[in-house]
T-cell receptor, first 113, second 114 residues
Framework: GNSVTQMEGPVTLSEEAFLTINCTYT??????LFWYVQYPGEGLQLLLK?????DKGSNKGFEATYRKETTSFHLEKGSVQVSDSAVYFC????????????FGTGTRLQVTL | GAVVSQHPSRVICKSGTSVKIECRSL??????MFWYRQFPKQSLMLMAT?????????EQGVEKDKFLINHASLTLSTLTVTSAHPEDSSFYIC??????????FGPGTRLLVL
């Protein structure tokens, strides 16, 4: 089956620190990969996406590269801000599955001053 | 960008009553809508997929008679939690898809059953 594995949190960083949240996946086909962010008390927002191998998704200073050889889609940001504190979900979907998303368990990021 | 709204954002009800949650796509036509449930500090669990004008497809283990889904138009889907009990308390999130693979999520509805 399809699955997404994320590093366990919480991740606590000081402002301006470098962020990496690991995400690996298993899939029966060629998935599209996503990172979603959930701020406290809110629904999910699409942060970035990549639809094929070697694609790099980027948004708001966050980046993730679709690595087929390592089945990974790690999220990175060079300098985090307090406002980045949220829960980050890695997810995948396969063509022909009616766009059903398979989510990882989420990683909580806490950024302090 | 695509906007999905949910109403209400928060609801408290007594055990045994039914609660309806609306999910609307505001600026696009959603051919497919999804309903998720999220427990505290956990990931989202897909409950069901609904296509406009047809019956919803429920995931394994989700009671279709308990969680009634109606996708009456291309911009509206409703989830009704029937005879709610405290264990139904959760955060319910909908998402909508126009075409392609991208889903746009609503802000969620927090249900508390007393």
């Amino acid at each position: 089956g399809n699955s997404v594995t994320q590093m366990e949190g919480p991740v606590t960083l000081s402002e301006e620190a470098f962020l990496t949240i690991n995400c690996t996946y298993t899939a029966t086909g060629y998935p599209s990969l996503f990172w979603y962010v959930q701020y406290p008390g809110e629904g999910l927002q699409l942060l970035l996406k990549a639809t094929k191998a070697d694609d790099k998704g980027s948004n708001k200073g966050f980046e993730a590269t679709y690595r087929k050889e390592t089945t990974s889609f790690h999220l990175e940001k060079g300098s985090v801000q307090v406002s980045d504190s949220a829960v980050y979900f890695c997810a995948l979907t396969l063509t022909g599955t009616a766009s059903k998303l398979t989510f990882g368990t989420g990683t909580r990021l806490q950024v302090t001053l | 960008g695509a906007v999905v709204s949910q109403h209400p954002s928060r609801v408290i009800c007594k055990s045994g009553t039914s609660v309806k949650i609306e999910c609307r796509s505001l600026d696009f036509q959603a051919t497919t809508m999804f309903w998720y449930r999220q427990f505290p500090k956990q990931s989202l669990m897909l409950m069901a997929t609904s296509n406009e004008g047809s019956k919803a497809t429920y995931e394994q283990g989700v009671e279709k008679d308990k969680f009634l889904i109606n996708h009456a138009s291309l911009t509206l889907s409703t989830l009704t939690v029937t005879s709610a009990h405290p264990e139904d308390s959760s955060f319910y999130i909908c998402s909508a898809r126009e075409s392609g693979v991208y889903q746009y999520f609503g802000p969620g509805t927090r249900l508390l059953v007393l």
